[in-house]
């Protein structure tokens, strides 16, 4: 039986995924920091332990994937590095929020990669991938510490699915769009393409056990953000500028 550790496992995308792998006979070790959904989450599933804890502290982090390890029974076949938080605010704003986003969405999945990595190195097998965000694809105004955060995230997976092929280590990079979260349900704005979490949980799954090097979905919004990318600085200001100021105000 394959075993795949996911950090922000209690809710959202997490949970779903667990419950996904779970279906499809991974035993599954969670982590997150609230307990008690953690646990009650666990419990639902077969094969399934609960690890609380906060990605934020590295230490913490590896001492919950050795116990994981014990739990289950041996090393993670794939680890899964979807712990994020999201805040929405202008780029001068009070820089705290930026330093918690990149505290928990990069630094948080550096912690798991570093935790597992080196085993799955040794054994010339494994398979990481880190829930990054279509967001990262180009700076968006009134998100810019989030798309920062995952621009990071992405650029860190793309140099070391290079790095780790040789040791048949494969890196999934995930980039999601818009997806019916505790983390979306806060925004005022309309979100095109909008998809339940439980049906992205089945893209990301398939996307990693085929060993996709990228996975990103709505294939619509996807299409629209790799143009967007291409766009010219002084275009995209003129177009992005001007939705900001319709949707949001001066």
Request: hydrophobic share 50%; proline share 5%.
């Amino acid at each position: 039986m394959d075993r795949a550790i996911i950090t922000g496992a209690s809710s959202g995308i997490g949970a779903e995924m667990a419950r996904e792998m779970a279906r499809r006979g991974y035993a599954v070790a969670l982590l997150a920091r609230r307990a008690d959904l953690l646990q009650g989450l666990a419990k639902k599933l077969p094969n399934a332990v609960a690890l609380p804890c906060d990605v934020t502290d590295e230490a913490a982090v590896t001492s919950a994937v050795r116990a994981g390890e014990k739990a289950l029974g041996g090393p993670f076949d794939m680890a899964i590095a979807n712990a994020g938080v999201g805040v929405t605010g202008y780029a001068a704003k009070d820089v705290s929020d930026a330093e918690r986003m990149m505290q928990v969405n990069y630094f948080g999945m550096l912690h798991l990669f570093h935790a597992v990595i080196p085993g799955m190195m040794e054994r010339r097998t494994g398979r990481f991938a880190g829930i990054a965000s279509i967001a990262g694809l180009r700076g968006l105004p009134t998100a810019s510490g989030y798309s920062a955060s995952k621009a990071a995230m992405q650029a860190f997976l793309e140099a070391a699915r290079v790095e780790l092929a040789p040791f048949g280590v494969r890196i999934t990079t995930v980039n999601p769009g818009f997806i019916a979260t505790a983390i979306t349900e806060k925004n005022k704005f309309r979100m095109p393409f909008l998809m339940k979490a439980d049906k992205a949980a089945r893209i990301i799954i398939d996307g990693i056990e085929r060993g996709a090097r990228v996975v990103e979905f709505p294939r619509p919004m996807s299409l629209i953000m790799r143009f967007v990318r291409l766009l010219p600085a002084a275009v995209y200001d003129r177009v992005v500028g001007g939705y900001v100021r319709r949707e949001v105000g001066p």
